[in-house]
């Protein structure tokens, strides 16, 4: 009997050169090869008779062998071996190509499985390149689920699929089961031993569906249940706790009353503050949600107890609308705001920094880079970043390495589903602002063809007219390869030449120089501008509430939740708002989605539904998601069994007992070792 850990050069048949293709593969031990799953199966199990075979789908039938296999060599390099089969229901013809040992293999008048697809022509029907076995031996490649394993140079699937039947055989005794019986009992999962045979030789579709099904609850519970004991590991990471100062101070300041959402997330942060270890925690809430002022008060518990906090913002842009907003804010409370962006000038940039070394500024607001990069700080206790979605997990641990522990404060904007988020952030603790300020109106969305195009042009000289400004986003900065794309420069060019000469169109995309940009953004803030054309620049956080208005040109190119930010852009004013999606796309699909949006401005929903459209992997698009990768479970197909794996992990880590109890160890361990390696990278 073999050990788990044992070479697979126990195996018979792996020698060193495909021990080594096998390392290339990253399998190294026999439980390396267990656990390297088929990437697919090919049904096998059905037999038919010869007559009921269909053209082009592959299939399995048992016949004699009824002529003498004959190999006709045609040219070089082409040999054709043939000869006929027959059952009781039909006769036909086989051939081989380039196969000429199929004819010392396959005997006349003996019995065989055959396992190909059926092809008709002129010529009759027949099959090329079949499988077979002969009847008596074991079924290995024929009237079975076969395993379809990812391949690569060097190792055929017969190969690979024998030598992890062997590894089986030999190992699979010592299978560490990760999951115990009451667990397994309450989720209704099959034992790690039946999941290992049946993923690799299933029984049937049923018995597969079990074992898929309990190889990724195994996965997305591990996964859970790591990424909480870190969590909680990083949560006992002591911290001299703050006093809490009187709320009602900070309150008494605002021009306007928190919502219930706010006042609960800003008591979250406070007891966090307060609690004596380290606050990581996630605010997540929809555009316009009010999650700027939850920061506030966070920044202001700080400054009271003596510490600085910093505000990171993903563009210069926000960051000068947030260092001037939360100025407005917090000055008259006596906290100390400063500015540090990359379109300061050198001496603006040396007086900030030593305002921030010498603690005369208590909040630093600035872009993520400038803040992570060469900033000394006297001391910083708290780090807020803003509209973070963009940031994965390795981000934050490096920021966390950064000063003394400092307390964590995430601003999401992508309001995401609960499962997803203890995906993405499950090494934060969550706060959901669902609840918007009073008084919002919802933004009408309206999806139209070119055939509106007047109309809605008339519609933009109106809002204008009645004072209000415009938005228009376009897919491109440039005139570009992609013809069916509108880009920001030329349609701003064109509508003011053409089509409001008589209006103030300006121009904001990224690859203007900040100052340019700052200073374009500036002013259509100020009112100085009409109609602002922009590329995706303006997505997050820009707060102008005179602006009514949301165009935006080949809305199909963008995502849902884009969209959905996109359009959060206006509306935050008293006066009603709307957003226009000019697309020409008629693609069911994509018509789908757009008008998704015009049904509903809950971000939450939407976020759901695109989720169920596109998948995680798409709906967190080419940024850097930091969604980990299974190897069995799909994030899009398994949303059940990950709530249940985290139903089941949040118990489990809740629980005083079982983590210590001996059932529970080699999940313990397993954890550890992933988690080990995690951290180390
Ligand atoms: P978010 O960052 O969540 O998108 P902001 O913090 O920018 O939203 O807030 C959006 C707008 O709502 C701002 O103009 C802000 O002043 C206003 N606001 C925030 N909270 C309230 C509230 N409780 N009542 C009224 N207005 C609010
Ligand atoms: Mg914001």
Redesign the pocket.
Known sequence: MAQLFDSVRYLKGVGEARAKTFASLGIHTLYDLISYFPRTYEDRSRILPIAELQVDEPACFRAFVTSQPRTHHIRKGLDLTKLTVADETARLNLTFFNQSYVADNLEYSREYYFYGTLNGDYMGYQITNPIFEPVEKPGLLTRRIMPIYPLTAGLHNNLISRSVQQALEACLEELPELLPEALRTQYGLCDAVTAYRNIHAPASFEALAQARHRLIFEEFFIFSVGLSLLRASRGRKRREAFALPDQAEFEAALPFSLTGAQRRAIGEIAADLSGGSVMNRLVQGD?GSG??VVAAAAAWITAKNGGQAALMAPTEI?AEQ?AQGLEKLLGPLGVRVALLTGSMTPAQKKTARAAIAGHEADLIVGTHALISEATDFARLDLVIA??QHRFGVAQRAALAEKGDDPHLLV?S?TPIPRTLALILYGDLDLSVIDELPPGRQSIDTFLVGEDKRARINAFIRRQVSEGHQVYIVCPAIEEGEDESLRSAEAWAETLQMAVFPDLRVALLHGKMKSAQKEAAMAAFARGEQDILVATTVIE??V?VPNATLMVIENADRFGLSQLHQLRGRVGRGAAKSYCVLFSSNRNPETLKRLRALCKTNDGFEISREDLALRGPGDFFGTRQHGLPAFKVGSLELDMQTLQDAQTAAADFVSSEELPGRPEYQPLMERIRALFATAEGT
């Open positions: 555009v999650k700027t926000l947030h803003d509209e601003m904007a997050v956080g707060d």
